[in-house]
């Protein structure tokens, strides 16, 4: 079950990458990520493991391509603010991803 400080944190990632990168997601993600949750959680899963599986393939993915010159210093921030959000190493996957776009600029 997703509770609203949960949205909260999740928002502040999703927020912070639509001010910095123009990139934003639907309603419709929205409402997937609040069906999937409690579903993963219901087979054993953490409510952070199915989010960071979220952010990375539904929100993440659409920074691929990006080169301009704020792209590089933003993904760092990005990576710190997952880490203030969420603590060191809660979302493995999306903090590999930014990794693997950073070493492409």
Request: hydrophobic content about 40%; some cysteine.
């Amino acid at each position: 079950h997703l509770t609203k400080e949960d949205l909260q944190r999740f928002n502040s990632i999703t927020d912070y990458i639509y001010d910095e990168f123009d990139v934003a997601f639907g309603n419709r993600i929205l409402n997937q990520i609040e069906t999937i949750v409690p579903l993963y959680i219901a087979l054993g899963g953490k409510k952070e493991e199915i989010m960071d599986f979220m952010l990375t393939g539904k929100v993440l993915c659409k920074l691929e391509g990006r080169f301009e010159d704020f792209v590089k210093p933003s993904l760092k921030n990005l990576l710190l603010l997952l880490d203030k959000t969420y603590g060191k190493g809660n979302f493995p996957h999306s903090v590999a991803y930014i990794n693997r776009l950073i070493k492409k600029l």
